[in-house]
T-cell receptor, first 110, second 112 residues
Framework: NAGVTQTPKFQVLKTGQSMTLQCAQDMNHEYMSWYRQDPGMGLRLIHYSVGAGITDQGEVPNGYNVSRSTTEDFPLRLLSAAPSQTSVYFC?????????FGPGTRLTVL | QQPVQSPQAVILREGEDAVINCSSSKALYSVHWYRQKHGEAPVFLMILLKGGEQKGHEKISASFNEKKQQSSLYLTASQLSYSGTYFCGTVGMDTGRRALTFGSGTRLQVQP
């Protein structure tokens, strides 16, 4: 039981590049979400999903896309990376009570 | 809207107690508490649900005042391992009971 896994752990992009952050969970949770955490700050919700085929926007969705084709996977796509998207990204899944967080992806956009 | 946490930071000696507060301006379905150590992911501590149900760890206690939309986390007889940043997360009655909105955190440092 791996819990929530995220890849890659670290990534450096140039402005304008696109990429996908991967997230997978093996707990059969319906609810999954993506957060970003800037230095010294709390977690801000980007997008979330309540099940396969259903997604919705969080507090800071601009510049990010998501899709949920399976229960297990919830990838986050950066369409055209900007320096303001430099952050640590956490994926989480939930059984409607406790949220289980992945280890995070540290993204730097130059 | 983001819940407001207080204090922003606190320093304790081992064995001392601390209270961290979280308040929201909107009606809440639940309040969650997490602890995050530097460079790591947040870890679940406690959830408090509207109606009084609680789920969490044995050594952590918390309260949820539904009328005031406020929650407090009580850390008693603090240990060095309690150091970290504590976040409250709230689920509003208007968000389908799923989306968590986090506060900006309270940094707790426990010294020997």
């Amino acid at each position: 039981n791996a819990g929530v896994t995220q890849t890659p752990k670290f990534q450096v992009l140039k402005t304008g590049q696109s990429m996908t952050l991967q997230c997978a969970q093996d707990m059969n949770h319906e609810y999954m979400s993506w957060y970003r955490q800037d230095p010294g700050m709390g977690l801000r919700l980007i997008h979330y999903s309540v099940g396969a085929g259903i997604t919705d926007q969080g507090e800071v969705p601009n510049g990010y896309n998501v899709s949920r084709s399976t229960t297990e996977d919830f990838p986050l796509r950066l369409l055209s990376a900007a320096p303001s998207q430099t952050s640590v990204y956490f994926c989480a899944s939930s059984d409607f009570s406790e949220q289980f967080f992945g280890p995070g992806t540290r993204l730097t956009v130059l | 809207q983001q819940p407001v946490q207080s204090p922003q930071a606190v320093i304790l000696r081992e064995g001392e107690d601390a209270v961290i507060n979280c308040s929201s301006s909107k009606a809440l379905y639940s309040v969650h508490w997490y602890r995050q150590k530097h460079g790591e992911a947040p870890v679940f501590l406690m959830i408090l649900l509207k109606g009084g149900e609680q789920k969490g760890h044995e050594k952590i206690s918390a309260s949820f005042n539904e009328k005031k939309q406020q929650s407090s986390l009580y850390l008693t007889a603090s240990q060095l391992s309690y150091s970290g940043t504590y976040f409250c997360g709230t689920v509003g009655m208007d968000t389908g009971r799923r989306a968590l909105t986090f506060g900006s955190g309270t940094r707790l440092q426990v010294q020997p």
